[in-house]
């Protein structure tokens, strides 16, 4: 059997047993090589995390149509430009990893622009902090979210299914490694961030603070954050001391499966300000929806 039907054949069950292994390992290393030490609040985070970890993979699991499936028919029906042009293996298998790459890019771009579908990816942005059971903690619309522009762009290029398969088992080991809590030496992270997105390169897009939120849209290789000038190296206060989450809800209700699931209807997410007290003068206004 040929690599690429191998490993269309083995693909969904790779990711997962890959997915599940991993996760226990790298939540084990943290123990004992933390990038950030102190409270890690692991009793009121995990719980929230991989609820919505398990529900997610439900949800994958029944999605009519996926970025494999649509890449399939492509193949099948010779649609496409990879499909009607006589490239090398090379440049198509190229041409696949930088598009696929491009589409994960610009569709995390969107999330955050999009006030709406910013609405649904703070979810993942709202847990305090960073470790390996931060990397699925997602609302699970997102994935369709996600899916509904990236579906065209794999029909009109035509791109790679095997190629594909290998892109999504990448992603899935880089980027359990990157919400990983680990440490890694400083001369070889500054050798790999070029190449491949590492933690402390990902940690900065969970700052607290929007011009580093808004920055390292990359899930796997940082390559569209260099083009576009998104790519941030350094956070202002230092990984140690950086403030992750978002500050409009932070605490136990950061946490809540529920209140985490239904926070999509709510444009504003900062708390209530406490009445003020009977006077002449007149009241401020209102805050506004931090986000676009």
Request: aromatic content about 10%; proline content about 8%; hydrophobic content about 50%.
């Amino acid at each position: 059997m040929s690599w690429d039907r191998w490993i269309l054949e083995r693909g969904d069950e790779l990711q997962v047993e890959l997915f599940f292994g991993l996760l226990l390992v790298l939540a084990a290393l943290e123990v004992f090589w933390p990038r950030r030490a102190g409270r890690q609040e692991r009793r009121v985070r995990w719980p929230a995390n991989l609820l919505l970890t398990l529900l997610n993979f439900l949800v994958l699991s029944v999605m009519p149509v996926t970025l494999i499936g649509a890449a399939l028919f492509a193949e099948r029906t010779d649609l496409g430009l990879l499909h009607r042009v006589a490239a090398p293996f090379a440049v198509v298998a190229l041409v696949t990893l930088l598009a696929r790459a491009f589409i994960s890019f610009s569709s995390h771009w969107l999330m955050h622009k999009v006030p709406w579908f910013w609405r649904v990816h703070r979810v993942h942005h709202l847990d305090t902090e960073l470790d390996v059971t931060t990397t699925v903690r997602f609302h699970p619309l997102e994935f369709v979210l996600q899916a509904l522009p990236a579906i065209p762009v794999v029909l009109l290029l035509g791109l790679d299914p095997a190629v594909l398969m290998l892109y999504e088992l990448l992603d899935v080991a880089v980027t359990l490694w990157t919400h990983s809590n680990l440490r890694l030496p400083a001369k070889l992270d500054r050798v790999l961030r070029r190449l491949v997105v590492t933690p402390d390169l990902h940690r900065i897009h969970h700052s607290s603070w929007q011009p580093e939120t808004d920055s390292n849209f990359g899930a796997v290789f940082p390559v569209w954050d260099l083009v576009f000038g998104t790519y941030r190296e350094v956070p202002r206060d230092g990984h140690e001391h950086m403030r992750l989450g978002l500050d409009e809800v932070r605490g136990p209700a950061a946490h809540h499966p529920l209140w985490l699931l239904t926070s999509v209807a709510r444009r504003d997410l900062a708390p209530p300000a406490p009445a003020a007290p009977q006077s002449s003068v007149e009241p401020t206004q209102a805050r506004g929806e931090v986000r676009p």
